[in-house]
């Protein structure tokens, strides 16, 4: 079974400030895919980024960042220069290929940007 | 791009009634849908997997009889809470995969039920 762990439930920064969101996962396939979303007030989830297990080549997304080590199991997500319409609830999530693609989710981590 | 729509996007219900949500993959085909479940301040939490022309697979804990999936072509997929309590509040999200890939899921924008 796959698990995923956000371990800070909430964190509030000042607008501008760089902020990191956790993640941990678990699994005992050696392919799969592992995403951020973001849900704003709306409800509607926001797809971010998505990186493939084979792929640790950690990258520059506009003012997003990611850090995938797959050594220690981490997914850890960086919103540079956050902004107040940064502030939502941010979703890690795994998922494996072929046919039964659930995804597991995270439990969240609520970001605050505060102007 | 692909999208997922739902309807209704919320939902205001008398206990023991029964609601109907759709899903609609509107321009790709999914032969599976997946239905989650989320209560206020809590994460996502997979309830069933719908497939096309078969019977769902519910996840462990969840009512079978109670919350029936009906995926009756390759872009519909229906979830009815039948005789709703007000603890089946909660906000629903269907998701589907992107035909041809397998590292893709399009997720609908969710659909709010509350049971008074």
New interface residues.
């Given amino acids: 079974a796959q698990k995923v762990t956000q371990a800070q439930t909430e964190i509030s920064v000042v607008e501008k400030e760089d902020v990191t969101l956790d993640c941990v996962y678990e699994t005992r396939d050696t392919t799969y895919?592992l995403f951020w979303?973001k849900q704003p007030p709306?409800?509607?989830?926001v797809?971010l980024i998505?990186r493939?297990s084979f792929d640790e080549q950690n990258e520059i997304s506009g003012r997003y960042s990611w850090n995938f080590q797959k050594s220690t199991s981490s997914f850890n997500f960086t919103i540079t220069a956050s902004q107040v319409v940064d502030s939502a609830v941010y979703?890690c999530a795994l998922?494996l290929?072929?046919?039964?693609?659930?995804?597991?989710?995270?439990?969240?981590t609520k970001l605050q940007v505060i102007p | 791009g692909a999208v997922v729509s739902q309807h209704p996007s919320w939902v205001i219900c008398k206990s023991g009634t029964s609601v109907k949500i759709e899903c609609r993959s509107l321009d790709f085909q999914a032969t599976?849908m997946?239905w989650y479940r989320?209560f206020p301040k809590?994460?996502?939490?997979?309830m069933a997997?719908s497939n096309e022309g078969s019977k769902a697979t519910y996840e462990q804990g969840v009512e079978k009889d109670k919350f029936l999936i009906n995926h009756a072509s390759l872009t519909l997929s229906t979830l009815t809470v039948t005789s709703a309590h007000p603890e089946d509040s909660s906000?629903y999200?269907c998701?589907a995969?992107a035909q041809g890939r397998?590292?893709?899921?399009y997720?609908g924008?969710?659909t709010?039920l509350t049971v008074l």
């Fill in positions: 895919y979303y709306s409800g509607e989830l797809f998505r493939n979703f998922s290929p072929g046919g039964y693609q659930k995804v597991t989710f995270g439990t969240g | 599976t997946f989320q809590q994460s996502l939490m997979l997997t906000f999200i998701s995969p397998t590292d893709t899921q997720f924008p969710g709010r």
